[in-house]
Nanobody, 127 residues
Framework: QVQLVESGGGLVQAGNSLRISCAAS????????MGWFRQAPGKEREFLAS????????YYADSVRGRFTISRDNAKNTVYLQLNSLKPEDTAVYYC????????????????????WGQGTQVTVSS
């Protein structure tokens, strides 16, 4: 069965960086795009970034473009999200998601377009 397991969250000070990971299993990882979302308390889930199966194409939300970087290592079945210049408003639970169908990454901005989700990893940014 498909499993997505996030890791790497934690408590960081504003201005610092963090890299979170998502290990996938149960399907041919390199064939399909992945995405990252986050949800802060009392707020709706927010799209952050998506990446194609090959890793050659990525798309970002305007709110994080230039600060966050999505990447993947298909040999390790893992997708990453590098979080730079963190701000207190970046505090949220971060989720990875897998879309087990072919799609243009720029269109994978809605949660409903993904088929599987991880359990989330908490990122807390202190001021």
């Amino acid at each position: 069965q498909v499993q997505l397991v996030e890791s790497g969250g934690g408590l960081v000070q504003a201005g610092n960086s963090l890299r979170i990971s998502c290990a996938a299993s149960g399907y041919t990882f390199s064939n399909y795009p992945m995405g990252w979302f986050r949800q802060a308390p009392g707020k709706e889930r927010e799209f952050l970034a998506s990446i194609s199966g090959s890793g050659g194409n990525a798309y970002y939300a305007d709110s994080v473009r230039g600060r966050f970087t999505i990447s993947r290592d298909n040999a390790k079945n893992t997708v990453y999200l590098q979080l730079n210049s963190l701000k207190p408003e970046d505090t949220a639970v971060y989720y990875c998601a897998a879309a087990l169908h072919r799609a243009v990454v720029a269109l994978l901005v809605y949660g409903s377009m993904y088929d599987y989700w991880g359990q989330g990893t908490q990122v807390t940014v202190s001021s």
